[in-house]
Nanobody, 125 residues
Framework: QLVESGGGSVQTGDSLRLSCVMS????????MGWFRQSAGKEREFVAT????????NYGNSVKGRFTVSRENAKNTVYLQMNSLRPEDTAVYYC????????????????????WGQGTQVTVSP
């Protein structure tokens, strides 16, 4: 089970940090991803991080503003979002997939096995 938190309503230029806690064991063997979906739009890849934490990737629209990280001892992945814009408004989901490879990560939503319920982020002009 994945549970996101940290969403809210902010203004342009503000920052938020989302958290996603995974229940169960072996979190340290799961690739984690963040996706978002806004009203009337398709789900969009935001960020992904390998289970080792040594490799990550970002969607073009968030590069340089968002940072993904993880604390395997806490079964938690984070998404630090800086310089937020109105177009970042969406429901943000975390996702997980087991991997045998420490440096593997993926931006493909259909590769993820587990999904959270999402947390709303609203950015006002």
């Amino acid at each position: 089970q994945l549970v996101e938190s940290g969403g809210g309503s902010v203004q342009t230029g503000d920052s938020l940090r989302l958290s996603c806690v995974m229940s169960g064991r072996f979190f340290g063997r799961y690739v984690m991803g963040w996706f978002r979906q806004s009203a009337g739009k398709e789900r969009e890849f935001v960020a992904t991080i390998s289970w080792s934490g040594g490799s990550s990737n970002y969607g073009n629209s968030v590069k340089g503003r968002f940072t993904v990280s993880r604390e395997n001892a806490k079964n938690t992945v984070y998404l630090q979002m800086n310089s937020l814009r109105p177009e970042d408004t969406a429901v943000y989901y975390c996702a997980a997939v087991y991997s045998m490879t420490g440096d593997y990560y993926t931006s493909a939503a259909d590769e993820y096995r587990w999904w959270g319920q999402g947390t709303q982020v609203t950015v006002s002009p």
